[in-house]
């Protein structure tokens, strides 16, 4: 089945400092990838839509030049947190869609849990 | 952004036990999908709804789809340990390209 592998798992930074957060399509190939932000006992909230090879598209209230969005190719997405701030600390959820999986496509990564100091 | 209310919020059961949750929307989706996240994970789709009064099972699973298209409801049987988690519905309108929009959640834990 579709795997999508997200990294990393977890990381530490301080304030100010910028984290790169990688989500990859490992056995398909996927023209869009979604990223998600999770608060503790909370539900997912949609960030953005990443399309490869165009820019991203933002939720309302999601600040782009604070979340920065690269998608490259048809197996990668990424997602930077620039300037960090402790209220960016938080689950962070990729989730990339195999064109030929309907909605068993959208398949989920792991998650990557920032904490900023 | 809009988000689907769930209930019940968490629900404490026993071992054996058979579990109703349901989803609720103010507007309408044409596709209704049940999640499940364990602790540090992404979720994991157990179940995809696609028409309106649709009734899908999945081993002990059973979710429908609304007929009005604005909720839909997830059903265990049987419960055992490794149910143990968080279920998100989630909503969809515009086909399969589409972004989904997640539930509150239910938080499930079941005792032995």
């Known amino acids: 089945g579709a795997v999508v592998s997200q990294h990393p798992s977890r990381v530490i930074c301080k304030s100010g400092t910028s984290v790169k957060i990688e989500c990859r399509s490992l056995?398909?190939?996927?023209?869009?990838m979604f990223w998600y932000r999770q608060f503790p006992k909370k539900s997912l909230m949609l960030m953005a839509t990443s399309n490869e090879g165009s820019k991203a598209t933002y939720e309302q209230g999601v600040e782009k030049d604070k979340f920065l969005i690269n998608h490259a190719s048809l197996t990668l997405s990424t997602l930077t947190v620039t300037s960090a701030h402790p209220e960016d600390s938080s689950f962070y959820i990729c989730s990339a869609r195999d064109t030929g999986g309907g909605f068993y496509g959208y398949t989920f990564g792991s998650g990557t849990r920032l904490t900023v100091v | 952004g809009q988000q689907l209310n769930q209930s019940p919020q968490s629900m404490f059961i026993q071992e054996g036990e058979d579990v109703s949750m349901n989803c609720t929307s103010s507007s309408i989706f044409n596709t209704w999908l049940w999640y499940k996240q364990d602790p540090g994970e992404g979720p994991v789709l157990l179940i995809a709804l696609y028409k309106a009064g649709e009734l899908t099972s999945n081993g002990r699973l059973t979710a429908q789809f609304g007929i009005t298209r604005k909720d839909s409801f997830l059903n265990i049987s049987a419960s055992i340990p490794s149910d143990v988690g968080i279920y998100f519905c989630?909503?969809?309108?515009?086909?399969?390209?589409?972004?989904?929009?997640f539930g509150t959640g239910t938080r499930l834990q079941v005792t032995l």
């Open positions: 989630a909503g969809s309108n515009t086909g399969t390209a589409s972004k989904l929009t």
């Open positions: 056995d398909f190939q996927a023209t869009t």
